[in-house]
């Protein structure tokens, strides 16, 4: 079973330091400080394995604080969260406190809890890389061998057959699209609301590809200015640019000769946009400071929750770099638009967090599935997955009860009943409209001739006695007579 992570979180803004708190400690062990001599002692007495520092505050910026935070306590992984975005504040996170992250405000709360579990997986990841280089000298047939059954681990965990949908489900076309194209060395564009799953959808194309057995490299275009982004990209010569201390080999030459999925697309500035063009029509990129190309040969994947096409006619994305990259696109439906998959999903979700947390649940009431099928889920199956760890961390249950569900996806299901009904009322009312009037011509036309009018309608004596009483109809004198019958 995975330990708690320990998250210490550095701000001296109470307001915020609380949000933060609250957030984090459904997952994590949080410890507070207001400043950084605080955070000092709680260094130097706790173990912490994630630090979260404010960039902004009153004795000293984050960056200065985890620089020495780097040289006294170098192990856990350190990230900044500020409301600012200056390029030399990041340059000098990056390079001189070996930021991990430099989040920006405002921040999404199913994001930072993303963004802190991947913190702690790559401290994990050390600690094992650690052990098993003092275990043992890995030989290059070692190493190839294990290489060899991670890829072969990693193609049957991101197999297009293990992405979770229920029958007649609308995900069933983009898997299919994805199938198709997975093969060809097109370039493809998927969009759908964040949470949706577009990257698990991008690891199965590439996966499904020739190119499985060669790197998928995973770039999010919307965390890092220009600058940065270049440098992250294309790779930079030492002096490019302040704080570039050393070369720097960029992200398309890591994945070359396989794919890279290039996530939040539509968040990158038109500058830029310039730059990752040139590498589609030529096949080559230039890094930061350097005088000669190089050639890579790359598959991109780019993803999306914005209408890229309403981007180009608004003229915040180039229309060239647009019809590159959508030259394959898939959608992926929200889920809210396709219910059907809640119930396997959570069955799904539900196993692996089990197996997580060291927990033997048998499944979820019908009340509490009916609860999850009836709320719109913003977050998409990120959110459900918070949604079910919580839930498991809450009960003690063999089944899990509509009771341990949060408050708001408990508020959003009676809201999503509400508007059902209150439509099933509007419609009823039109339907009862509707036959009150063709009941009345059919009077007027048979001058209230009850027989006439019932053979008319197709209905019995009795049932259009019933409806004339219903609806106030059966003492009305057609035509200046009684209607006989």
């Known amino acids: 079973?995975?330990?708690?992570?320990?998250?210490?979180?550095?701000?001296?803004?109470?307001?915020?330091?609380?949000?933060?708190?609250?957030?984090?400690?459904?997952?994590?062990?949080?410890?507070?400080?207001?400043?950084?001599?605080?955070?000092?002692?709680?260094?130097?007495?706790?173990?912490?394995?994630?630090i979260l520092c404010d960039q902004r505050m009153a004795d000293e910026t984050g960056v200065e604080f985890l620089c020495r935070v780097r040289e006294a306590w170098p192990d856990p992984i350190r990230m900044i969260i500020s409301g600012y975005s200056d390029s030399e504040d990041i340059i000098a996170g990056v390079n001189d406190a070996g930021i991990y992250r430099y989040i920006t405000k405002p921040w999404h709360p199913d994001e930072l809890i993303e963004i802190v579990r991947g913190a702690q997986q790559v401290l994990d990841l050390q600690k094992e890389n650690e052990t098993a280089a003092l275990?043992?000298?890995?030989?290059?047939?070692?190493?190839?061998?294990?290489?060899?059954?991670k890829k072969k681990i990693a193609k049957k965990y991101f197999h297009f057959d293990r992405?979770?949908?229920?029958?007649?489900?609308?995900?069933?076309?983009?898997?299919?699209?994805?199938?198709?194209?997975?093969?060809?060395?097109?370039?493809?564009?998927?969009?759908?609301?964040?949470?949706?799953?577009?990257?698990?959808?991008?690891?199965?194309?590439?996966?499904?590809?020739?190119?499985?057995?060669?790197?998928?490299?995973?770039?999010?275009?919307?965390?890092?200015?220009?600058?940065?982004?270049e440098s992250e990209l294309f790779?930079?010569?030492?002096?490019?640019?302040?704080?570039?201390?050393?070369?720097?080999?960029?992200?398309?030459?890591?994945?070359?000769?396989?794919?890279?999925?290039?996530d939040e697309i539509g968040e990158t500035s038109p500058a830029f946009q310039v730059k990752l063009l040139r590498v589609l029509q030529e096949g080559e990129i230039r890094p930061l400071g350097a005088q000669k190309v190089r050639k890579v040969d790359v598959r991109i994947v780019a993803a999306t929750n914005k209408n890229l096409e309403e981007e180009v006619d608004a003229g915040r994305f180039r229309g060239d770099l647009?019809?590159?990259?959508?030259?394959?696109?898939?959608?992926?439906?929200?889920?809210?638009?396709?219910?059907?998959?809640?119930?396997?999903l959570t069955r799904h979700v539900l196993t692996e967090v089990g197996a997580t947390f060291g927990k033997s649940v048998k499944?979820?009431?019908?009340?509490?599935?009916?609860?999850?099928?009836?709320?719109?889920?913003?977050?998409?199956?990120?959110?459900?997955?918070?949604?079910?760890?919580?839930?498991?961390?809450?009960?003690?249950?063999d089944v899990l009860d509509h009771t341990v569900l949060s408050e708001k996806v408990v508020a959003g299901a009676q809201q999503s009943r509400e508007n059902v009904s209150d439509d099933e009322a509007s419609l009823k009312g039109q339907v009862e409209s509707l036959?009150?009037?063709?009941?009345?011509?059919?009077?007027?036309?048979?001058?209230?001739?009850?027989?006439?009018?019932?053979?008319?309608?197709?209905?019995?004596?009795?049932?259009?006695?019933?409806?004339?009483?219903?609806?106030?109809?059966?003492?009305?004198?057609?035509?200046?007579?009684?209607?006989?019958?």
Request: some cysteine.
């Open 435 to 485: 036959e009150r009037r063709l009941i009345t011509e059919a009077l007027v036309r048979h001058h209230g001739n009850i027989s006439r009018v019932a053979d008319d309608l197709g209905l019995s004596r009795v049932g259009l006695r019933n409806k004339l009483e219903r609806y106030g109809l059966k003492k009305v004198t057609w035509l200046g007579e009684e209607g006989h019958g």
């Open 235 to 262: 790779g930079c010569k030492k002096g490019a640019f302040t704080g570039a201390y050393q070369d720097r080999i960029g992200q398309f030459e890591v994945a070359s000769g396989g794919t890279i999925f290039l």
């Open 163 to 229: 992405i979770v949908h229920g029958q007649d489900s609308s995900l069933i076309d983009s898997i299919n699209l994805a199938k198709r194209c997975a093969d060809f060395d097109i370039s493809v564009l998927i969009t759908g609301e964040s949470g949706t799953g577009k990257e698990l959808l991008a690891r199965a194309i590439h996966y499904g590809s020739g190119r499985a057995d060669n790197p998928f490299v995973v770039e999010n275009c919307g965390a890092l200015p220009d600058e940065l982004l």
């Open 363 to 397: 499944g979820f009431s019908s009340s509490a599935i009916a609860a999850m099928k009836a709320y719109s889920w913003p977050g998409n199956v990120r959110e459900l997955q918070n949604e079910i760890q919580r839930m498991v961390t809450l009960s003690d249950a």
């Open 1 to 50: 079973m995975t330990t708690r992570a320990t998250v210490l979180v550095v701000d001296d803004e109470v307001r915020s330091l609380e949000t933060l708190n609250r957030v984090l400690s459904e997952e994590f062990d949080v410890l507070t400080a207001t400043n950084t001599a605080e955070a000092e002692k709680l260094l130097q007495s706790e173990l912490v394995h994630v």
């Open 135 to 149: 275990e043992m000298k890995l030989t290059a047939r070692t190493l190839k061998r294990q290489v060899f059954e």
């Open 322 to 344: 647009y019809y590159r990259l959508a030259a394959f696109p898939i959608h992926i439906p929200s889920l809210k638009e396709r219910i059907v998959d809640i119930e396997p």
